[in-house]
């Protein structure tokens, strides 16, 4: 059973802005994600669930470290595209990638598509909140 509303932030960590246009597409439309139980949020501390796309890079790796260090616990992260934030794509080997980011924190669920789906973004969502639902009963 869910135990309230699941809060959800972006996190940027240098991808092309073509994940990002779907993912709000899933989370402000018509895929009404107030029916899975989740809702935007701006700030990471708030976040129970983080999407974040891109490869990590000098310029953004402290600061994505630090969102992620802000949201709550237990948290759950998803990672989206193929196309960077999972294998870095045309970044990998550059002298200014510092990912993917599962070499720098444990990722839960990875969406592979470049660009994602809005509707893939929200079964992932699915299975995230089912999982945070799990472990917050078991407390
Ligand atoms: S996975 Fe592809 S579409 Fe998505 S942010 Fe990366 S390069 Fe852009």
New binding site residues.
């Given amino acids: 059973m869910n135990k309230g509303k699941y809060k959800v932030s972006y996190i940027d960590a240098g991808?092309?802005?073509?994940?990002?246009i779907e993912i709000v597409a899933a989370l402000y439309s018509k895929y009404n994600p107030e029916e899975i139980n989740v809702e935007m949020v701006d700030s990471a501390g708030q976040a129970d669930i983080l999407i974040i796309?891109?490869p990590v890079n000098t310029r953004n790796k402290e600061d994505v470290l630090n969102d992620i260090k802000q949201a709550k616990e237990p948290k759950k992260i998803m990672v989206?595209?193929?196309?960077?934030?999972i294998s870095e794509?045309?970044f990998k080997g550059s002298y200014n990638t510092r990912g993917p980011i599962d070499k720098l924190e444990k990722v839960d669920l990875y969406l592979p598509?470049?660009?994602?789906k809005p509707q893939a973004v929200i079964e992932g969502l699915k299975t995230l909140v089912e999982e945070l639902d799990e472990e917050r009963n078991r407390k």
């Fill in positions: 991808g092309c802005n073509g994940c990002y796309t891109g989206v595209g193929g196309g960077c934030g794509g045309i598509e470049c660009p994602v």
